[in-house]
């Protein structure tokens, strides 16, 4: 079984591209041989009932999959060209190049201020205080929490709301300047009004970083991506423009899961 | 004998008013239309022998505490007793001697005195055996009389029971709360007798200690009673020497085991360092005394000092250091996988390598932990004895060279409590009162270190 794209679709300005990626853990094979074009510009969505895979090839994305001891990696992948999975890669490096946003907020039990910084320190990204300072006033700005915490920057960023938690990580990663951004869920463990204010930032940030998108409403899909790929059972069934996905799928499977008929 | 007896007779009781009450219960079951009771059977039966069993006990526990002395009472009340000696000592031998034979544990008196009491206390004995028994048989049946009767189809007794349960449950932790109420009741009171004699000041303030056993008790001398050397000594060899050594070593072994220990390895390297906290504290004082002290005395000839002490501060200190590591690794190790992977995962996602974010975000969430850890293995290391005793010395000493002989409190409460002095020397009360201090100390610890762990399970609600 092949992956069905869209005729329509051209990828021409491929950020990241997956070519024949299999994931296994332990023996079980978790992600089937996917390819994909994952573009500059555009937010594309990974769609799919629980347990297809799409949360998994996502981790691939930063290698997020090395954490997990029996987790295997087949096939190619590549960040403007370079093989991420080669030996010898940088981690670290690459990390820093794609962000990555988790499905539940994980403020760490720092200050909001300590929280941005990380990242620039880690990566020594900033000469002395002031030019700190501007990156976590800048970060926070483009996350849209700026207004919110200005005053109270020196307090816990575990002491925030789930959605502003969820926001400072986003602003977290940015801090970073990355250039791709993995969001695994975002909204999953936010209210819908937190929800509606995550997908304005997602809509913001569009056209400055790439970001790639899992997530299992559909509704969500269809508002914030440009791109869509559908997941099922380890294997990426359908992938093309999101409007072409939702109102004209070429897969029965697509069809049946954008009906509501399981997932 | 008698108490073991009494203890047989209540299970055997209760054992037939269980049965009975099951009994019962199944016929309450066939009786009834619906076949179906408020409890099961075996709640029934609990519940009778419950109140069996534990009424008999108490009566046991109180009967075991009094009968010596009723028993003791009847014999005294004997003609044959008027001739005692009347000093305690030599008339409580005669009794005991009596007694010894009368209950057939010795063949024979030696006394004549005693001669006269052994049948006396034969017939006390055996008297007061027979109204054990039947007192214990009459509160059995009553009581169980009592809860058999109260039993109906629709009697709740299931409830019954869960609340007998909950009672034993809590008195059980009300044992180690008594029993640390005891302990302090008593050491305050032989306590507020040595304050009695030698001052407050002298004790808490004063630099030299050498209390002797053998002076005047009445006129004792408070400048032989100032405890700082022995503070000083606790101190500088359980928290700072031992701490220098346990605090590095643990949190390292605690971080290698959570972050890169491979699950093999850690299978074997964990339980290994639990048995360390398994070996008895003498053995760590002999590998104390016989291998590091010499050690460090060669050590330190060889740097040039001109006569060290076979007897140091840091070989015990660095041995005790050693004891207390699975102490601080244990909570440490916990308490760092504790920390939600979330928080790790979300530092690696950053770009951080597994030392940055150990460093950076897993010990900073950890530290409320870590520092309990720490808190509860240096009052363990500053009640320590053993080790002190066998390798650094009972010499009293205020200095701050770790290679110089050192005493610690326990140590000094050990020397004062075996020594040759009489029980109400101020030297001996000097015991309690150094004990007195260190369980304050350490009970202040502990409760530091457990609203510190409070503070740290809220962390991430």
């Known amino acids: ?263 | 004998m008698s108490p073991a007896i009494l203890l047989l007779l209540a299970l055997g009781l209760g054992l037939a008013g269980w049965l009975a009450a099951r009994a019962r219960a199944w016929a309450f079951r066939r009786e009834s239309s619906d076949g179906r009771l408020a409890s099961l059977p075996t709640y029934h039966a609990w519940y009778v022998a419950l109140w069996i069993v534990l009424p008999v006990l108490a009566f046991v526990a109180v009967w075991s505490a009094i009968a010596p002395g009723l028993v003791n009472q009847a014999v005294l009340a004997n003609p044959a007793a008027a001739e005692l000696p009347a000093f305690g000592f030599q008339r409580q031998t005669i009794l005991n001697e009596a007694r010894a034979v009368a209950t057939g544990a010795a063949p024979a008196v030696f006394n004549p005195q005693a001669r006269e009491l052994v049948e006396p206390f034969r017939d006390a004995l055996s008297r007061y055996n027979t109204i054990g028994i039947v007192v214990t048989l009459l509160i059995a049946f009553l009581t169980g009389a009592w809860a058999f009767l109260r039993l109906k189809p629709d009697f709740a007794a299931r409830t019954k029971v869960e609340r007998i349960v909950m009672a034993i449950l809590l008195g059980a932790s009300l044992v180690a709360i008594l029993t640390t109420i005891g302990i302090l009741v008593s050491l305050i009171f032989e306590t507020v007798r040595f304050f009695g004699m030698v001052s407050p000041v002298d004790f808490l303030f004063g630099t030299h200690w050498g209390p002797d056993p053998m002076s005047n008790p009445d006129n004792p001398d408070g400048s032989r009673y100032g405890a700082i050397p022995l503070f000083w000594g606790t101190i500088y060899i359980g928290a700072i020497i031992a701490m220098i050594v346990a605090i590095p070593l643990g949190l390292m072994s605690a971080i290698y085991l959570t972050q890169y220990a491979d699950p093999r390895v850690r299978a074997w390297v964990k339980p290994a360092l639990e048995i360390l906290a398994g070996v008895p504290t003498v053995v760590y004082g002999y590998f104390a005394a016989l291998t590091i002290a010499p050690a460090i005395r060669d050590i330190a000839l060889a740097l040039g000092m001109s006569n060290p002490s076979s007897e140091s501060a840091l070989a015990a200190g660095l041995v005790m250091g050693v004891m207390i590591i699975p102490f601080v690794s244990s909570m440490a190790d916990d308490s760092i996988a504790a920390v939600p992977q979330a928080m790790r995962d979300g530092s690696l996602a950053m770009g951080a390598t597994t030392s940055e974010t150990i460093r950076r975000v897993l010990v900073p969430a950890a530290l409320p932990g870590i520092v309990a850890g720490i808190m509860l293995a240096v009052s363990r290391a500053i009640g320590e004895t053993m080790i002190v005793v066998m390798a650094a010395s009972t010499a009293a000493n205020l200095t701050g060279n770790p290679l110089e002989a050192m005493t610690t409190v326990t140590v000094q409460i050990v020397a004062m409590l075996t020594g040759e002095g009489s029980f109400d020397h101020p030297a001996t009360l000097s015991a309690f009162a150094l004990g007195f201090v260190l369980f304050m100390v350490t009970l202040g610890l502990n409760f530091v270190a457990l609203r510190v762990v409070k503070r740290y399970r809220e962390a991430y609600d």
């Open chain 1, 1 to 263: 079984m092949v992956t069905v794209v869209h005729e329509n679709l051209e990828v021409t300005d491929a950020k990241m591209s997956a070519r024949d990626v299999s994931v296994f853990y332990g023996d079980k094979k978790a992600i089937d041989e996917v390819s994909i074009d994952i573009p500059t510009k555009y937010v594309t969505a990974f769609i799919g009932p629980s347990g297809c895979g799409k949360s998994t090839f996502l981790r691939t994305l930063n290698r997020m999959n090395d954490t997990i001891p029996s987790a295997r990696v087949e096939g190619e992948i590549t960040l403007d060209g370079d093989d991420i999975y080669r030996s010898k890669m940088d981690v670290v490096q690459l990390r820093a190049r794609v962000g990555m946003v988790f499905q539940k907020p994980n403020p760490f039990p720092k200050s909001i201020y300590d929280n941005i910084a990380y990242g620039p320190k880690i990566h020594g990204l900033a000469e002395g205080k002031d030019e700190l300072d501007a990156i976590v006033e800048r970060s926070l700005k483009r996350a849209g929490l700026w207004e919110e915490v200005k005053d109270r920057l020196q307090d816990s960023g575990t002491a925030l709301s789930g959605g502003q938690q969820q926001r400072l990580c986003i602003a977290r990663a940015i801090a970073v300047d990355p250039e791709v951004i993995l969001m695994d869920e975002p909204c999953s463990a936010l209210d819908p009004i937190a929800t509606a204010k995550i997908e304005e930032l997602i809509a913001e940030l569009n056209g400055r970083y790439a970001i790639v998108i899992v997530t299992h409403s559909m509704q969500q899909a269809a508002r914030v991506s440009q791109r869509t790929a559908f997941f099922h059972l380890g294997k990426m069934v359908e992938y093309g423009r999101t409007s072409d996905i939702f109102t004209n799928p070429l897969e029965q499977r697509t069809q049946d899961y954008i009906t509501g008929r399981y997932g």
